[in-house]
């Protein structure tokens, strides 16, 4: 398990970030309005599934191998708020890069909007994982 977890930890602190500043300077210089998802709309909300599910088995096997105040610790606040946002930022993802993009009406700046709106959730996700 210790293996999920520095995946879980590099991924999420380091390469996840720079992909998601990556992904959107891509898709806002490549808009264009009714094209078709392109390969990178199409893989990276799935990068982001992998890192949430990740954490998700992760944050289930610490709390059955956990007892006391290390497992209150995983239930309790603000580290219950980490999966949560973990699987706010996944949904985001996939509405981010699809066609419902809930700021689809700022045409070539809605990857980039949404995306940023991502990046901040990723980023308080990592300072409250850190926390514990």
């Known amino acids: 398990m210790q293996l999920v977890r520095t ?3 590099v991924f999420g602190e380091m390469v996840l970030p ?3 500043v990556l992904a959107a300077i891509y898709l806002t210089v490549t808009y264009k309005p009714g094209a078709p998802r392109g390969p ?3 893989i990276f909300p799935v990068l982001v599934d992998i890192q949430v599910t990740l954490g998700i088995i992760l ?4 709390l059955f191998s956990t007892s006391g105040p290390t497992q209150a610790r995983y ?4 580290f219950i708020l980490h999966p949560l946002i973990g699987i706010l930022a ?16 700022l045409g070539r700046w809605a990857p980039l909007a949404s995306l940023g ?5 990723v980023v308080s996700n990592v ?5 514990s």
């Not at 996944?90 to 009406?105: D, E, F, K």
């Not at 300072?127 to 926390?131: E, K, S």
């Open 90 to 105: 996944s949904g985001l993802a996939h509405a981010a890069t699809g066609p419902r993009n809930p700021l689809r009406n």
């Open 59 to 62: 944050w289930i096997y610490l």
């Open 7 to 9: 995946i879980h930890g």
């Open 18 to 20: 720079l992909l998601i």
């Open 40 to 42: 990178v709309a199409r």
């Open 117 to 121: 709106v991502l990046l901040v959730l």
């Open 127 to 131: 300072v409250i994982g850190l926390q």
């Open 75 to 78: 239930l309790g606040f603000p």
